[in-house]
């Protein structure tokens, strides 16, 4: 086999998981980093952020916020147009949390 069509390596453990849990975020929905460390019961905001950094294209990466809501500085405004094509809560400063945050279990 051609090298260049080998298969990637595989996502470490941890990283693997945040992903296929933010996989799972329904449209209209977000999770804080602290969120899905949480749910996870494993890592914390930090970690997941490293995560998401390095792993988050490959997902719906603007479904992972900050606690307060503000979207990602690089990709603010990718972010706003994703979340107001999925009709997410937003206020002038970013997503409203109170109404757009997922429990991790019941559907949208």
Same mark, same amino acid.
């Given at each position: 086999?051609? @090298?260049?069509?080998?298969?990637?390596?595989?996502?470490?453990?941890?990283?693997?998981?945040?992903? /296929?849990?933010v996989? #799972?975020? @329904?449209?209209?929905?977000?999770?804080?980093? =602290?969120?899905?460390? !949480?749910?996870?019961?494993? =890592?914390?905001?930090? %970690? *997941?952020? %490293? *995560?998401m950094?390095?792993?988050?294209?490959?997902?719906? &990466? &603007? $479904?992972?916020? $900050?606690?307060? =809501?503000?979207?990602p !500085?690089?990709? %603010?405004?990718?972010? $706003?147009?994703?979340?107001?094509?999925?009709? #997410?809560?937003? #206020?002038?400063?970013?997503?409203?949390?109170?109404?757009? $945050? &997922? /429990?991790? *279990?019941?559907?949208?």
């Amino acid at each position: 086999m051609h @090298p260049d069509l080998a298969d990637p390596a595989p996502l470490p453990a941890f990283a693997g998981r945040v992903i /296929d849990l933010v996989d #799972t975020i @329904p449209s209209g929905r977000v999770l804080s980093y =602290g969120d899905v460390a !949480e749910l996870l019961e494993y =890592g914390g905001p930090r %970690q *997941v952020g %490293q *995560v998401m950094s390095r792993y988050g294209s490959s997902t719906n &990466w &603007w $479904r992972v916020v $900050r606690a307060d =809501g503000r979207l990602p !500085e690089c990709h %603010q405004g990718e972010a $706003r147009v994703l979340h107001l094509a999925e009709g #997410t809560p937003l #206020t002038s400063r970013g997503v409203d949390m109170r109404r757009a $945050r &997922w /429990d991790g *279990v019941s559907p949208s």
